[in-house]
């Protein structure tokens, strides 16, 4: 099997870029996916990249990794707070899993403070911005290298 990391961003990400800009940036999701695929490429494994606004779907893609895929790179955005059922699709599929987050929840809202996803995730990285996202992919392709 080709090594294959899945990126998968969940609701209200397909807003970046103008949804509050204060708090997220300028950038897009598109910015995110060219930033991605470029790591991907550096780092020899294939990049499948994926975002949606319903939970079901998410739980359906996560789902189809299992068997195919080497890791995920997860911005479960507000689901990570309160989605049982995605924590529930990655334990169930046996992929390592990195948890990206573009702010720090840390620093925000009591109720961002939790997530469903830290203790089931190799590991968590937030607060660097779209940069996330690119550390995720190396540190899963260094981790899946044979």
């Known amino acids: ?7 998968l961003n969940g609701c ?16 897009t999701l598109a910015d995110i996916e060219a930033l991605c695929r470029k790591t991907g490429e550096e780092c020899e494994v294939e990049i ?8 079901g779907e998410m739980i359906e893609k996560i789902q189809s990794c299992r ?6 790179v997860l911005n479960a955005a507000a689901w990570t707070h309160t989605s049982v059922a995605i924590r529930d699709a990655v334990t169930a599929i046996d992929v390592p899993l990195f948890e990206v ?3 720090n929840v840390h620093k925000r809202d009591a109720f961002r403070h939790h997530s469903f996803l830290s203790d089931v995730s ?21 981790l899946t290298k044979s």
């Open 101 to 103: 987050h573009i702010t």
């Open 67 to 72: 068997g195919n895929t080497s890791a995920l």
């Open 122 to 142: 190799v590991g968590v990285i937030c607060g660097f911005g779209i940069q996330g996202y690119e550390y995720a992919i190396r540190k899963a392709a260094l």
């Open 1 to 7: 099997m080709q090594r294959k990391i899945v990126v």
């Open 12 to 27: 209200n990400l397909n807003l970046l870029g103008t949804r509050e800009p204060e708090t997220y940036g300028r950038d």
């Open 48 to 55: 499948e990249f994926f975002q949606t606004n319903f939970e």
